[in-house]
């Protein structure tokens, strides 16, 4: 289950499609259901079964026909899997499954960070008076709660005082990239071609430090007009007019691109295109498109709450730094001051990062043996 399958929405709806096909390539039978509307347009990537159901056009997600057809056909499955906390879609599973002989699990993607609780205090007070009554009985009588990294896991301890989970790590993956070059992208962007890109491919939000990202590019970029700064992603909130005005203010300006949105060839093509990928974010769950940029084998400069920030580092794939401005100028710099063939060295290493670590056909069998063993 999971709110949305729309790619606009983040990360979440691309690990449940991958995940899902994983799973269902080791010969079992998966099933989605989404609280998108029935005529939405449906994700190209997967011949999976997929029910909409449609929710109410308010946040909480609620549908009317989400329990009734959990109700109708809940029975059949082996397990039941939630994708995220706060929405109705928990709710009803706890209502449906918490005492049945079908077990349910939930994948928090990230939702009980303590960074939430900080930067939006009433948002949480809000959330607390949810929380006693609903989420925390969601996670308490889920058969497992399945954390993406052990960071996540660790930080979900720290938003309630009252908390109890079966807790469970498996982190998520992707599939290995096409083949391809970075033509398609060149293509629809020529005047990019030829320069060192450094590479920021994520939703334009407050928390993934876009900001942190522009001031740190004009501290710390060399005077070589043909280093540029690429900013690629949905606009999330209206965020992309603060961060234009900021970059037009900047004396690198014209050095900086918003390029919108990229999906399929042209967002591997922007991938291969980049000297660097960098995601200065203040949370991060997992971060997929790190792991994007790894299966390219592009070096990553990451902030240490993208939670598999330990992991680039152990595998020298990449920098880690502070989610401030120091940090991020400081990853900037460290990259900038390297030789080329230091930077080289490290494409390699990137690439090996992701093979033992994020490909999804692991991150899918360490998954089955939860769902197994529980």
Known sequence: MVQTLDPRSGGVATAVLSLSEAIARQGHDVEITTLDAPDAERPTATSLPIHALARRPQGYGYSPHLLPWLQEHGSKFDCAIVNGCWQYSGLAAWRQFAHSPVPYYVFPHGMIDPWFKRTYPLKHLKKWLYWPWAEYRVLRDARGVIFTSDAERLQARKSFSLYRARERVSPLGIETPPAGSSDEFFARFPHLRGKRIVLFLGRLHVKKGCDLLINAFEQTAPDDESIGLVIAGPDQDGHEATLRARASRSSKGDRIHFVGMLEGVVKWGALRAADVFILPSHQENFGLSVVEALACGVPVLISKPVNISTEVQ????????????????????????????????????????????FEIGRAATLLLNILRES
């Open 314 to 357: 152990e595998d020298g794939a990449g920098f880690v730094d502070s989610d401030d401005l120091p940090g991020t100028a400081r990853l900037l710099q460290r990259w900038f001051s390297m030789g080329e063939a230091e930077r080289n060295a490290m494409r390699p290493r990137a690439a090996a990062c992701f093979a033992k670590r």
